[in-house]
């Protein structure tokens, strides 16, 4: 945590000047307790500017991958991803991807901030995807509420392959909280899980 804020009192106003992000709806991000943000997914940097915006801590799933890179520049992202709470999720399914949503759960229930991209992976042109239902069975389980985010920009600024993002205008909208508990004790339920999923995307 120390270090997290640490690293976004650094980095943060770097990052600013350089993209001069922009954000709406920040006042939707409720002061205290928990919730999910679910977002769009178009570039690693979402991730990061994002939580930039916020003034509360955000710590999102992200792929398995970015944990077990060789040479410097697999440690530097290990360590980044470590320094900014990410946890990690193997996308093979199963009980990795399990164990990875019981963090966030865990998380939830803590009365804290989670994020989550639904659509699973990073959208290869930058175009909304269908989302997995993980961000349903999270909504149903916690009872926290579910806050739509949409990343603006960051597929022209990162495309999938371009390590560093172009100057280029980003932004995000943060939407209205979307309330689920009238579904409250059917996670089970796969007809519920994709009826909510959609109505998140």
Same mark, same amino acid.
């Given at each position: 945590?120390?270090?997290?804020? @640490? ?23 409720? @002061?205290?307790? @928990? ?121 022209? @600024? ?44």
């Amino acid at each position: 945590m120390a270090f997290y804020q @640490a690293l976004k009192a650094t980095g943060s106003p770097i990052l600013k000047a350089a993209y001069h992000p922009w954000i709406r709806g920040k006042e939707n991000i409720p @002061a205290q307790g @928990a919730a999910i943000l679910a977002s769009n997914h178009n570039a690693v940097w979402d991730s990061v500017f994002l939580p930039m915006m916020l003034d509360r801590e955000v710590v999102f799933m992200g792929k398995a991958d970015y944990f077990t890179g060789t040479g410097v520049k697999g440690w530097m992202t290990k360590e980044f991803m470590r320094a900014v709470g990410t946890i990690p999720v193997d996308r093979s399914g199963g009980r990795a991807s399990e164990a990875a949503l019981n963090a966030g759960l865990k998380r939830l229930r803590s009365g804290e901030l989670f994020g989550i991209y639904p659509e699973g992976t990073r959208s290869p042109d930058g175009r909304l995807y269908r989302g997995k239902t993980g961000v349903a069975r999270l909504a149903l389980l916690s009872g926290a509420p579910v806050i739509p985010v949409a990343m603006i920009g960051t597929h022209a @600024a990162q495309p999938i392959g371009q390590k560093i993002p172009s100057r280029t205008n980003i932004g995000m909208v943060i939407g209205e909280p979307l309330d689920f508990s009238r579904y409250k004790g059917l996670h089970k339920d796969r007809y519920v899980l994709r009826a909510i999923t959609d109505e998140i995307m």
